[in-house]
Nanobody, 125 residues
Framework: QIQLVQSGGGSVQAGGTLRLSCSAS?????????IGWFRQAPGKEREGLAS???????MYAESVKGRFTISKDNAKSTLMLTMLNLKPEDTAMYYC??????????????????WGQGTQVSVSS
């Protein structure tokens, strides 16, 4: 059974740092799985933030480029999102996601199959 279990998140002041983790199980080899991170603020659509594929190639949304880093530890089947210089507008529920074509990057939620349970990130000014 494929499962993504998230941890991390919480509340920080603007300019702070948070790291989100997502433990993946049931995939076999996470190196052959496309991974994405998304967020959704109240009243807004789910926004793609970052994507990583089998060879380590990454893609970022303009809103987080230079501040957020997506990574994965294949040995531990763990996916990470490191967030620097957080801003109040980064406040949202954050989700990890996996699946779809592991050869192609994507920031579209509909391109992913499996989702974590979500974790709240709150940034105060």
């Amino acid at each position: 059974q494929i499962q993504l279990v998230q941890s991390g998140g919480g509340s920080v002041q603007a300019g702070g740092t948070l790291r989100l983790s997502c433990s993946a199980s049931g995939f076999g080899y996470t190196e052959n799985v496309r991974i994405g991170w998304f967020r959704q603020a109240p009243g807004k659509e789910r926004e793609g933030l970052a994507s990583i594929i089998h060879d380590g190639t990454t893609m970022y949304a303009e809103s987080v480029k230079g501040r957020f880093t997506i990574s994965k530890d294949n040995a531990k089947s763990t996916l990470m999102l490191t967030m620097l210089n957080l801003k109040p507008e980064d406040t949202a529920m954050y989700y990890c996601a996996a699946g779809g074509s592991w050869l192609k990057l994507s920031l579209y939620p509909t391109d992913y199959v499996y989702w974590g349970q979500g974790t709240q990130v709150s940034v105060s000014s």
